[in-house]
């Protein structure tokens, strides 16, 4: 018996989790920026999707893909949410989604993975690494990106920081 529960313990090992879906209902994609660098604005996106997979055992395993539906932006001002809608910034009309597609998953020696892949946003798709830790069914981490590395905002760098502070715990189920 105890050879059969080897043999089991290892094919779950290489396997490592099947593609799962975020459970949008159990996670958060949320973000911070500052406004005329003193005011930090916070919000977040209360609809969005994905699936995960990751195998832990093994090095350069694993892809993940998430899209995040632009409308449902929540920064607890409805008028802004609606700025933020507009051309100037995400032009929701003609760009709905923020996408980002995984290339490869790395681990780290501390345990804790990178995912390489695509961000698309605003009709610009760009090459990035997203750090984050994997337990029990939650991928967590944080990441900085440059709005304007993807036209979000215009060019004003007094009144918007160009810095976005990106924060996720994604519960997968």
């Given amino acids: 018996m105890n050879r059969f529960a080897a043999i089991i313990f290892t094919i779950l090992c290489v396997t490592g989790i099947s593609a799962q879906n975020v459970d949008a209902t159990q996670s958060f994609i949320k973000f911070q920026i500052k406004n005329f660098n003193?005011?930090?604005?916070n919000g977040h996106f209360t609809t969005f999707k994905g699936n995960i997979h990751l195998t832990p055992t093994l090095e350069n395993k694993?892809?993940?893909?998430?899209?995040?539906?632009?409308?449902?932006?929540?920064?607890?001002v409805k008028k802004r949410d609606e700025?933020?809608?507009?051309?100037?910034?995400f032009h929701t009309e003609l760009y709905?989604?923020?996408?980002?597609?995984?290339?490869?998953?790395?681990i780290?020696?501390?345990s804790t993975f990178i995912a390489?892949?695509?961000?698309?946003?605003?009709?610009?798709?760009?090459?990035?690494?997203i750090p984050f830790a994997y337990s029990n069914k939650h991928f967590k981490g944080e990441l900085t990106l440059n709005r304007l590395?993807?036209?979000?905002?215009?060019?004003?760098?007094f009144v918007i920081?160009?810095?976005?502070k990106i924060q996720f715990d994604c519960t997968i189920n």
Wanted: proline share 1%; charged share 25%; hydrophobic share 35%.
């Fill in 38 to 41: 003193v005011h930090t604005v």
């Fill in 62 to 76: 694993g892809d993940v893909c998430l899209s995040i539906d632009i409308a449902t932006i929540d920064t607890g």
């Fill in 83 to 89: 700025v933020l809608q507009s051309k100037k910034f």
């Fill in 96 to 106: 709905p989604q923020i996408r980002f597609e995984s290339n490869d998953i790395y």
């Fill in 108 to 110: 780290n020696s501390d």
């Fill in 116 to 129: 390489n892949g695509i961000l698309s946003m605003k009709g610009i798709s760009k090459a990035i690494s």
């Fill in 149 to 157: 590395d993807f036209e979000v905002g215009g060019k004003d760098t």
């Fill in 161 to 164: 920081d160009d810095d976005v």
